[in-house]
């Protein structure tokens, strides 16, 4: 078992200055410029955590969870990958400061997902997911966990955190369109054209 922690792996990427392309290369470890705030968030690749000792803790957490309900592990995992995604928006959203906000959370949620995924193989006997075929709980999920080694989903879950205010506030705008009350003139309006149809 592995007792190389993923917090270690993250802050020896930090502490290798400014190579960054040698240290994604060398380390198993990918990174997304945060400009807004100048930093660098380094995540693991989804091969690279299953080498780290939280993988199997997370693993071993989530197994528990799933062993204590009552519905079939694949169900489980689904509805769990959809809440956490629901959740971490709506948190996201709800900030003070999305950069802040992303830096924060990205790779918690990055790896919670993988980690659910390997936990459902486990659980039904059938091997990790390798990548090339995406496992059945992730059919209604809207975002490719593993291309790019995971790559894909890290930015692309990025941009969406950064987003989720504005989207919350569209969303609600829309909301309030929608439910503004019409007025007498445009009722009667909306009569005289109906009665000329």
């Known amino acids: 078992m592995s007792t190389t922690t993923l917090a270690a792996l993250l802050a020896s990427a930090d502490a290798a200055g400014h190579d960054h392309a040698a240290t994604e290369k060398n380390s198993g470890l990918q990174h997304i410029h945060n400009h807004a705030t100048g930093s660098i968030v380094w995540f693991p690749t989804w091969k690279k955590f299953r080498e780290t000792a939280d993988w199997r803790e997370a693993v ?28 971490l928006l709506t948190k996201a959203a ?10 924060e959370n990205l790779v918690p949620h990055l790896t919670r997902t993988w980690a659910i995924a390997d936990t459902a193989a486990e659980a039904s006997g059938q091997d990790l997911p390798s990548g090339s075929t995406m496992p059945s709980i992730f059919a209604g999920y809207p975002y490719d966990v593993y291309a790019q080694d995971g790559g894909v989903f890290a930015t ?3 941009n969406d955190i950064i987003d989720a205010r504005r989207n919350q506030a569209i969303a609600e705008e829309a909301a309030r ?4 009350p ?8 909306a009569a005289r054209k109906a009665a000329r149809r």
Request: hydrophobic content about 40%.
């Open 60 to 87: 071993d957490g989530l197994t528990r969870d799933f062993s204590s309900g009552t519905a079939p592990v694949e169900e489980s995992a689904s509805e769990l990958l959809g809440q956490d995604l629901d959740l």
């Open 94 to 103: 709800a900030s003070g400061d999305a950069n802040i906000f992303v830096q």
């Open 156 to 158: 692309t879950l990025w």
């Open 177 to 180: 369109k929608a439910l503004k």
């Open 182 to 189: 019409v007025s007498r003139k445009a009722l009667k309006n």
